[in-house]
């Protein structure tokens, strides 16, 4: 049987410390599914449909690698794509303490288990919510988006 990991988020943008959880992810799983989500009040189909593009192109030609949108509940996304574990990164004690209630309940109402891997120290303090918010108020952003050619990431001097 395959060993399935499920990434999911809302990736509204997948940055490089996103890249560096699926990663330092792919060599523990056989595949590994990211799964987009889609907030209903947030996004809308095209912004989605934009965001799971950008990031197949990311891993194109890593057969390993699945991107999909959903809207209903991650655990039932993992049963979908027969995922085993259910990958997430952590950045601090407050994603610690919300990504347990998080794995609990979707242990109890899946059997799947979770999957935490801590964020590499250089790159704790980068958030989708931070990136849009510099980009809101014209800063370049580049910097902690992993797009092609963009080999930059905090921290790394080159």
């Not at 060993?3 to 959880?21: N, V």
Request: proline share 3%.
């Amino acid at each position: 049987m395959m060993k399935t990991g499920l990434f999911t988020g809302t990736f509204d943008p997948f940055t490089i410390g996103h890249r560096s959880i699926v990663d330092r992810a792919l060599p523990l799983f056989d595949r590994l599914v990211i799964g987009v989500a889609v907030s209903k009040l947030k996004h809308t189909e095209s912004d989605v449909d934009q965001r799971v593009r950008a990031i197949a192109n990311l891993y194109a030609g890593d057969g390993r690698v699945k991107v999909v949108a959903y809207s209903d509940l991650t655990i039932d996304l993992a049963r979908r794509e027969e995922a085993t574990f259910i990958v997430r990164g952590v950045r601090s004690a407050k994603d610690f303490e919300y990504e347990r209630d998080q794995a609990d309940i979707n242990r109890r109402l899946g059997g799947v288990e979770t999957l935490l891997l801590f964020s590499e120290p250089h790159l704790a303090c980068v958030s989708s919510s931070l990136v849009r918010e510099l980009e809101f108020f014209g800063h370049d952003v580049s910097e902690f988006l992993p797009e092609a050619g963009n080999n930059k990431e905090i921290g790394n001097k080159e």
